[in-house]
């Protein structure tokens, strides 16, 4: 059989291995690889995208959310759909569906699917309504009032697309339903409620009326595939509220699960759940990735899913029988009143974690005697006590990994052949507490604490970058740019479809001055107060995340010692190390002589059958690398213009072998702001 020249899937094929077959690339000649073409868009944002490569044709997503074809070999733009959305944020892939006559895209554009011609761009007209189907659209509540957005692409399996979705980390957020449409229609075929229904299994893990007021519980990172069999595997993230889960109290099956779902017919066949009640926001970050091990003296095929914990863990696809113990741990209850914590967690006990598990104050910074005198004083008031500690009210609890990973949507890279796993993850502590909810009678002010707080904090100040302050933000924004944010969202954070323009125009005057009361106006009388309207699913109780907050140093530095990123190469026949890298640097650390650091790194590994790693990732350092899988030794590595936060894609056009990924610095404001898609190949 001829090997695959093209990268047809997102991840590069429906098993989720990001491995090609394609052998023109080698260790030995790897380091003569110079710039192919860049395709360079004059737009702000952070789509992540791994593109797909048919063919000629490499189909991509601008920062605006506008699909791309552009020619594989040259970088030049062959059509451009705009569906006249204005979007931002994360849509990591397309899907592409052939029955070897008829072709189409299936590409997400926030909460709408539409279906393309390839080789024109053009919307398919028979395709739900004029070429879209809403996948608001057919979910428990009001459409208008949900955050929908396709981030993940489908997976197309015969003639049905299987779809997740992004939504809302806090209330109001629909129960998201694991969804299944015709491909040449838009009908809905099947769908799977992962907030069971009264005769499903799973309802009782929930309070009786859940599946009707709860949300979340969604496949917002894709999927993986066993085409022969017919198996889906869905993994999902947590229920609304992330933190705090007193109208949730269970163990909330299907939240935080790896499914295994009959992609005929939506028919759950197995699962395991990697948190119970969830309260740590420890969603199932990328697809799992298939692949067949020697396990016990016998080929096993089997599914591997790596975690937020840092944890791999490893199941025979077919039966979902772990191939290596899992036990459950016990954990200290919640002191939080209205807080029901799960008396133990699963923890596999091989693979070892591939991230660090608990800090102490033997892991702190050792960067300057300063840094570290200053991160051991503040981390004696932060409570320290491991994985799965529950959110203490006005404490700061120690989340580490942090809530960016151990394994981030990137997910890992497999051998198919020798069954060796690579995955990359951040190594940093963040902190995180509950607050008491206050009975706001400003409205400005209730607005802010149920939609902004938990990013923003309580006093503004966010935890940049992944956060960025909005003190003073109305001197660096106009109105019209901050209600353009609000509305249509950036990066990671979602649009509120649910604010009016009243409660709008008081959240604008509350961040423009959070001192005085800034009532909802009344037939134009703004003296009148009233309180913000309760949201259809709003939590009974009393405590609130109080925010996302990083551990760096006064100058900026993560606060723990390096590595603050690795790479690893795990064997899953054994369960043993192969090696372990750091990955990423600080450029100004690197000037002082700090070098190998690792840093803050997002979107994944690809590998080639010649036994290349590629990967990017890095978000300071701005740099394109390639290791040798069976030692991790760098052997070569580029300047980008921009942080590589896209999986790479490789594939072939005329005998040529081309390695393509997406950059911007939308995580790094600090750097020069931009987007390309750039491409290397050999001379």
Not at 69 to 94: P, Q, V
């Amino acid at each position: 059989m001829t090997p695959r020249t093209d990268w047809p899937v997102y991840g590069g094929d429906v098993r989720g291995d990001r491995y090609s077959p394609l052998t023109q690339i080698t260790p030995r000649n790897v380091a003569t690889l110079k710039l192919a073409w860049r395709f360079d868009i004059d737009e702000r944002g952070e789509p992540e995208t791994n593109p797909l490569i048919i063919g000629r044709t490499l189909y991509a997503y601008t920062p605006e959310l506008k699909i791309v074809a552009l020619d594989g070999a040259t970088g030049k733009l062959k059509w451009e759909f705009d569906s006249g959305i204005k979007g931002s944020g994360a849509h990591r892939g397309i899907a592409y569906w052939s029955d070897g006559k008829h072709s189409r895209l299936l590409a997400g554009v926030k909460y709408y699917l539409y279906a393309l011609v390839p080789q024109t761009g053009k919307a398919i007209e028979s395709f739900g309504e004029h070429g879209r189907i809403d996948l608001r659209e057919n979910l428990i509540g009001d459409p208008a009032q949900f955050y929908v957005s396709l981030n993940s692409p489908g997976m197309i399996y015969k003639d049905l697309v299987i779809v997740g979705f992004r939504t809302s980390e806090i209330e109001p957020a629909p129960p998201s339903d694991i969804r299944a449409y015709d491909v040449r229609t838009g009908a809905l075929r099947w769908a799977f409620h992962t907030i069971p229904h009264p005769w499903e299994f799973g309802h009782d893990t929930w309070p009786e009326d859940a599946w009707k007021n709860s949300g979340s519980a969604n496949n917002w990172a894709g999927f993986a595939l066993d085409e022969k069999r017919g198996i889906v595997y869905a993994p999902t993230g947590s229920a609304v509220d992330d933190f705090y889960g007193a109208d949730r109290i269970g163990d909330d099956l299907f939240a935080d699960t790896l499914l295994a779902l009959d992609a005929n017919t939506g028919r759950r066949l197995w699962h395991f759940q990697e948190v119970h009640h969830d309260i740590w926001d420890r969603d199932l970050p990328s697809p799992p990735a298939l692949v067949t091990l020697t396990h016990a003296g016998r080929r096993v095929d089997a599914v591997a899913q790596t975690t937020k914990q840092g944890y791999v863990y490893v199941f025979n696809r077919v039966t979902g029988e772990p191939l290596f113990p899992i036990e459950e741990v016990p954990y200290p209850p919640s002191d939080v009143p209205g807080e029901f914590a799960s008396p133990t967690q699963p923890r596999p006990l091989a693979p070892e974690p591939f991230a660090r598990q608990r800090l102490t104050e033997d892991l702190l910074t050792q960067r300057t005697p300063a840094s570290h005198a200053w991160a051991l004083e503040k981390f004696r008031t932060f409570r320290s006590e491991g994985q799965f500690v529950p959110l203490s009210v006005g404490r700061p609890t120690v989340i580490f990994p942090g809530f960016d990973g151990g394994a981030e949507w990137g997910g890992p890279a497999v051998d198919p052949n020798k069954g060796i796993l690579y995955v990359n993850a951040n190594d940093v502590a963040w902190t995180g507490m509950l607050i008491p909810r206050h009975d706001e009678k400003d409205t400005g002010a209730a607005i802010y604490q149920s939609h902004c707080l938990a990013c923003h904090g309580e006093n503004l100040a966010g935890s940049p970058p992944a956060f960025p302050s909005l003190i003073h933000v109305g001197e660096r924004l106009t109105s019209t740019q901050v209600t353009d944010v609000i509305q249509t969202g950036r990066g990671r954070m979602p649009p509120f479809p649910d604010l009016d323009a009243a409660s709008l125009d008081a959240l604008l005057r509350y961040l423009a001055d959070p001192g005085r009361t800034h009532p909802i106006a009344d037939n134009g009388n703004d003296k009148q107060t009233v309180s913000a309207p309760a949201s259809p699913t709003a939590n009974p109780a009393g405590y609130r995340f109080g925010g996302y907050n990083k551990f760096l140093d006064p100058d900026g530095y993560p606060a723990v010692a390096p590595p603050w990123g690795t790479l690893s190469a795990i064997d899953l026949n054994t369960g043993k190390y192969l090696w372990k890298v750091a990955l990423g640097e600080y450029p100004d650390l690197v000037a002082q002589g700090l070098k190998d650091t690792g840093s803050e790194n997002y979107g994944g590994p690809i590998l080639t059958a010649t036994g290349l790693l590629f990967i990017g990732a890095t978000i300071f350092d701005h740099k394109l690398r390639a290791f040798d899988s069976h030692t991790g030794q760098l052997l070569w590595q580029t300047e980008l213009p921009y942080a590589g936060i896209g999986t790479p894609a490789t594939y072939q056009i005329d005998g040529k072998q081309y390695v393509v990924i997406a950059t911007d610095n939308a995580r790094n404001r600090k750097g020069p702001q931009g987007f390309a898609y750039v491409a290397y190949a050999l001379p």
